[in-house]
């Protein structure tokens, strides 16, 4: 069956610009979650969709936002954009919510900041 | 802010060497206990959840033991190969800070053949 995709792969974008990132989970698959990796702070979490519903949400600043459509796809967003911002960002599914079972991760979006 | 803790940070091996890592986590409000091996230029895979104090899965040469009440966690690798070069995360899922799972900084393993 498909993975999980993540659009686009790689973007490159300005300072003070958003940016929106698109994640498709695995079919049936109702828990979406984001993840933020840079090499000084390792993988963090970011956020949790359940069902359309934000779960919860990890220590990242109001920019940082999203949402989850009835299909289970789900986007990220991050309005004004700060060079500190130029990460790797998975998001992966899950069969039931994050934390009972395996997350599937997809293949991430390359963010740079210029 | 939960603290997961991974050791030893990198560990380079031989062909055959059987090695071990550790995840330590906090002892409390424990839901469950996340492995994931994470080779280059791929997406993390996931190796096991576990959910039960004492509880050890398998998985080939791959398996991993879990202490709740301390808060530790073993992965083994018997025999390792070249393709188990990867680095390996551990990930606490607590039911009281907010329902996240909280990534170890990881175990990166170079297996020399």
Redo the contacts between chains.
């Keep these: 069956k498909a993975?999980?995709t993540q659009t686009p792969r790689y973007l490159i974008k300005t300072r003070g610009q958003q940016v929106t990132l698109s994640c498709s989970p695995i079919s049936g698959h109702r828990s979406v979650?984001w993840?933020q990796q840079t090499p000084g702070q390792?993988?963090?979490?970011l956020f949790?969709y359940f069902s359309e519903t934000q779960?919860?949400?990890?220590?990242f600043p109001g920019r940082f936002s999203g949402r989850q459509f009835s299909n289970s796809r789900s986007e990220m967003n991050v309005s004004t954009l700060e060079l500190g911002d130029s990460a790797l960002y998975?998001c992966?599914s899950s069969l039931v919510?994050?934390?009972?079972?395996?997350?599937?991760?997809?293949?991430?979006t390359r963010l740079t900041v210029v | 802010?939960l603290n997961v803790e991974q050791s030893p940070q990198s560990l380079h091996v031989q062909e055959g060497d059987s090695t071990n890592f550790t995840c330590s986590f906090p002892s409390s409000n424990f839901?469950?206990l996340?492995w994931?091996r994470w080779e280059t230029a791929?997406?993390?895979?996931?190796l096991f959840?576990m959910t039960l104090n004492g509880d050890e899965k398998k998985k080939g040469r791959i398996s991993a033991t879990l202490n709740t009440k301390e808060g530790y966690s073993y992965l083994y690798i018997k025999g390792s190969q070249p393709e188990d070069s990867a680095t390996y995360?551990c990930?606490f899922?607590d039911?009281n800070a907010?329902?996240?799972?909280?990534?170890?900084?990881?175990t990166r393993l170079m297996v020399k053949p």
């Design positions: 993975g999980v979650s993840y390792g993988l963090q979490f949790e779960r919860n949400k990890g220590n998975l992966a919510q994050l934390g009972g079972g395996e997350a599937f991760f997809g293949q991430g | 802010i839901y469950a996340h994931y791929k997406s993390p895979e996931a959840v995360l990930a899922y039911n907010g329902n996240m799972l909280t990534f170890g900084g990881g």
